[in-house]
């Protein structure tokens, strides 16, 4: 079976767990890479044998025709590559953040319309192991049905000066930071697992004065099928277990016949109504990011591609989460209840 040809757009610190997960789907090969900084770029073509580093965006389309681009560069840069790929008929999938705001992530939705270039967003935490797995214990009506869902965040990688380190260090200069750049993950997450949302109420925080956005948050969240939920983070303090980045955080749903736990392990245990807790197994592994979600990420873009049918993190279908993470910071510049 032909494989897809496909071309990486940004080399940064996150960009090497795409690059190893691309070498392990056998329906791909990555044809090139481009970076503005070249060097950066042909030091990560030599590591993950990547054919060849472009000299601009436009020799991308102009020597190859790939079948789809992955963006991993900055945010404000996704609107003119989704463009120049949509202007070439190459699909697309791109890193969260999305774009800096709602307005101009609806604009590259727009620029979807009326042709047949599709675009996925790569929204990786529904696809760790562990929601996966608590999706399907959901599906099964294992503790009925929820009406609760929370969420405790403890990264202890933003109290130094030097607050995120060597990794990510231009999150010091973000305006706005923990919701933004992590937050959004759970706003999918929690979607995917219980639903939509119909309004927020939100508190944030910046505990490190040495950083410009947020990095604690408060939020309540109402649901349309009448469930709550309530995320509880921060990226100051500490957590116990030893790899925080695993799991990103424990989380508990509450139903009308039990609760569900997920712990900073990656450890799920069942606890029905009037019996004791009981783990409940399953297999995952600590390979690339956050239990291998990049790899079955990249590997659902790619099945779906090939099979026509919809991607679960579809652009249309993401829009409804950046609708919330406004929400949420107008809740917080407002001080009140905001409905999506």
Known sequence: MKKLKGVCLGAGYFSQFHFE?????????????YDRFKAKAETAAEKFKIDRVYNSIEEVFEKDKPDFIDIISPPDTHYELCELAIKNNVHIICQKPLAPTLTEAHKIAALLESNKVRMMVHENFRFQPWHREIKKLLNANTIGKPHAINLRMRMGDGWQSDAYMNRQPYFREMEKLLI?????????????????????????????????GEDFAWVHINFENGALGFIDA???????????????GAVLIE??????????????????LGKKEKQHNYTFYKKNFAGDCVYHTQLHFVQSL????????????????MAVQDAIYKSFKTGGLVKL
Request: net charge negative; aromatic share 10%.
């Open 306 to 321: 090939k099979s026509n049918e919809d991607f679960e993190t579809d652009i249309t279908d993401y829009l409804k989460n």
């Open 180 to 212: 933004y750049e992590t937050g959004i993950h759970f706003i999918d997450v929690f979607r995917y697992l219980i639903g939509e949302v119909d309004s927020v109420y939100a508190k944030l925080k910046t505990l490190n004065q040495n950083i410009k």
């Open 234 to 248: 921060n990226r100051y303090n500490e957590n116990t277990v030893d790899d925080p980045r695993l799991t990103f």
């Open 255 to 272: 139903g009308d016949k039990g609760s569900l736990r997920l712990n900073g392990e990656g450890k799920i245990t069942v606890q029905l």
């Open 21 to 33: 997960a691309w070498n392990r789907i056998n329906d791909v090969h990555i044809i090139g890479l």
